[in-house]
């Protein structure tokens, strides 16, 4: 069965520093979601992301955050100063149709931890 | 607003009890609903879902049936195994684009 990849697994990086979070959705789907889990507490929706740009966001995807499509297979968050309220799990998920009685896939998800 | 809130956890059950995991939510207009189960290490995998009221969504012996007047979709197995052991996400999708999670709840099943 196609499945939702993320690359890293986990990544360790300082406060400051910008990070780049790669997910590779599923082959035929055309909507694509970040969201993130702070440890041991809720999953929150972070962006959706269609048609090459974005759909919708919340309130916490500020302008440090952004999420680009490069080359019709990649999908990436990057976080341009990171904090450390930023450390989480972070989701990516692929949506075959728009929906929304459509499922999400999700990744196993990238652990980020900010020092 | 669209939101969903379920029981919090942890539960703790031995193997082959009865399972209810509440969950009740509020929307405006017809959202669908579903359960994601996460175990660990991974991500959150779709359980079932229903589409509309009354509707019952069902896989691998767990139940929840759509009910409008109640608000709710609770979550029910019959007879868990220590394999079920994980965490369980109500979620709402509606008109917008986006799904949204309840908090979870943590079960643990005990030999």
């Known amino acids: 069965e196609p499945e939702v990849t993320q690359t890293p697994s986990h990544q360790v990086t300082q406060m400051g520093q910008e990070v780049i979070l790669r997910c590779v959705p599923i082959s035929n789907h055309l909507y694509f979601y970040w969201y993130r889990q702070i440890l041991g507490q809720k999953v929150e929706f972070l962006v959706s992301?269609?048609?090459?740009?974005?759909?919708?966001k919340s309130e916490i995807f500020d302008d440090q955050f952004s999420v680009e499509r490069p080359d019709g297979s990649n999908f990436t968050l990057k976080i341009r100063s990171t904090k450390l309220e930023d450390s989480a799990m972070y989701f990516c998920a692929s949506r075959e149709l728009g929906s929304y009685n459509s499922p999400l896939h999700f990744g196993n998800g990238t652990r980020l931890t900010v020092t | 607003g669209n939101s969903v809130t379920q029981m919090e956890g942890p539960v703790t059950l031995s193997e082959e009890a009865f399972l209810t995991i509440n969950c009740t939510y509020t929307a405006t207009g017809y959202p669908s609903l579903f359960w994601y189960v996460q175990y660990p290490g991974e991500g959150l995998q779709l359980l079932l879902k229903?589409?509309?009221?009354?509707d019952k969504g069902s896989n691998k012996g767990f139940e929840a049936t759509y009910r409008k007047e109640t608000t709710s979709f609770h979550l029910e197995k019959g007879s868990v195994q220590v394999s079920d052991s994980a965490v369980y996400f109500c979620a709402l999708g509606n008109r917008d684009d986006k799904i949204i999670f309840g908090k979870g709840t943590r079960l643990h099943i005990l030999p």
């Open positions: 229903a589409t509309k009221a009354d």
């Open positions: 992301f269609y048609n090459n740009e974005i759909s919708e």
